[in-house]
């Protein structure tokens, strides 16, 4: 017994010693996946898209490293498991689409939730460290799909019609109503940015918050124009309410004049181009499909009559095969069609509590407030603009709901009010 203790304790102890040396390297590897995954997110031309594939490599890393479940984000946990018997069994009311197109359709949301919590958990452990690496990353992909699509709308580039549709910038993406919708959160870190530091790296943001703003413009998505615009202020006005000092304030009012004034005069060298002038006109102005028994709103209305008397769904794809060939528009009323009552009552919960859980972020002084405005400020803007699109497929839309999720657990599992501004800045 006495000779064996020795090499049993020694075995043990290497044992540990190779799991931590594991755990370490894969906790550095993460990081390095977690930046690649979100990178991807902007690029969705083709399906399974390079998001989705990262995101299969991303999760055994993180099972290695260690990432913890958090009970903060159980009710994230629950409402996903609440909502997988509901969607799977809408999947089998189809008549028309293929089951196999609509059970695809079904797993790859069912898979987005699950990356919701992930993201959640991941941030939840190092809050402020994670954050300013999703967003460095999100950021670059950002800014760089603004300068392509910028471009290819303005024909300088080769290639152009690539990321054109209607002769709209859409840049990666397959339709410019997610592009645009897409760039508005790293606006939106730009924005606190410029209005909370002084200097290059204001300066430096400013010019990120323009080239976003660009990017938005060109895509002439007026939907992503009024959530591009309401964002912004959103987000001006709890940063001057909530974190700016008397001295930030005075400043932050003469910024917003300056970056107000040079908007409107970027706006202006835009439109001084014909074409886009002659499409912005174009876009202004009441659409054909806006209107009557079978434009946007007038199927809507049908829709939602629809999916009344259906309570278990009609299954993904089904109302384009019906009278109407077009989809509702209103991912509120769509989830009820694909999902079921069920599954969209938890739809509804999901939207409901993230906002929530962004408004108390905010609403108590905490180390990570700074990190929730500009979360807050898209994701309402984004449950707003559902209304009027099928958004319950846009990659940004989840990675935002575990964003919120997680800087939420942070705040509640930190008792901290505040921290030095240049730490949670980002």
Do not use: C
Not at 301 to 319: I, K, Q, S, V
Request: glycine share 8%.
């Amino acid at each position: 017994m006495s000779l064996s203790a020795p090499f049993d304790t020694a075995f043990v102890g290497s044992k540990e010693a190779a799991q931590a040396f594991v755990r370490k390297k894969a906790q550095r590897l993460l990081d390095v996946m977690v930046a690649l995954w979100i990178f991807a997110g902007g690029i969705v031309l083709i399906e399974p898209s390079p998001y989705e594939l990262m995101f299969v490599l991303v999760l055994p890393v993180a099972v290695m490293a260690g990432v913890g479940l958090y009970r903060s984000t159980l009710g994230l946990l629950a409402i996903i498991l609440g909502f997988i018997p509901f969607a799977l069994i809408a999947v089998f009311q189809v008549q028309f689409t293929p089951l196999t197109d609509a059970l695809i359709f079904t797993l790859v949301t069912i898979f987005l939730l699950i990356t919701s919590y992930f993201a959640a958990n991941y941030v939840a452990e190092d809050t402020i460290r994670r954050m300013r690496l999703i967003m460095a990353a999100y950021t670059a992909i950002a800014v760089l799909l603004a300068i392509i699509g910028t471009l290819a709308y303005l024909r300088l580039m080769p290639g152009a019609d690539l990321f054109l549709r209607y002769g709209r910038a859409k840049a990666t993406f397959k339709d410019p109503n997610v592009f645009a919708p897409f760039l508005i959160l790293p606006a939106m870190f730009a924005l606190q940015r410029v209005l909370l530091l002084r200097g290059w790296p204001a300066i430096i943001a400013g010019g990120v918050y323009l080239v976003l703003f660009v990017g938005v413009f060109v895509s002439f998505s007026r939907a992503g124009w009024g959530h591009f615009a309401a964002s912004s202020i959103i987000t001006l006005v709890l940063v001057f309410v909530l974190e700016a000092g008397a001295r930030d304030k005075v400043r932050i009012m003469m910024m917003s004049l300056v970056g107000a004034a040079m908007l409107v005069v970027a706006l202006g060298g835009l439109l001084s181009i014909p074409a886009v002038y002659k499409l912005f006109e174009t876009r202004f102005a009441t659409q054909s499909y806006d209107t009557g028994e079978t434009g946007r709103f007038g199927r809507q209305g049908y829709a939602f009559e629809l999916a009344l008397d259906h309570p278990r769904g009609l299954g993904p794809g089904e109302f384009r095969n019906l009278r109407i060939i077009e989809e509702p528009h209103n991912v509120y009323v769509s989830v009820l069609h694909n999902y079921g009552w069920g599954g969209g009552v938890l739809f509804y919960l999901l939207i409901g509590v993230t906002l929530w859980k962004g408004f108390t972020s905010i609403l108590r002084p905490s180390p990570y407030r700074l990190l929730a405005i500009p979360l807050l400020a898209t994701f309402s803007m984004l449950a707003a603009e559902s209304l009027i699109i099928d958004s319950d497929h846009w990659r940004h839309l989840f990675l935002l709901i575990g964003l919120v999720w997680g800087v939420s657990s942070a705040i509640d599992n930190d008792p901290r009010t505040n921290v030095r501004r240049e730490e949670a800045l980002i």
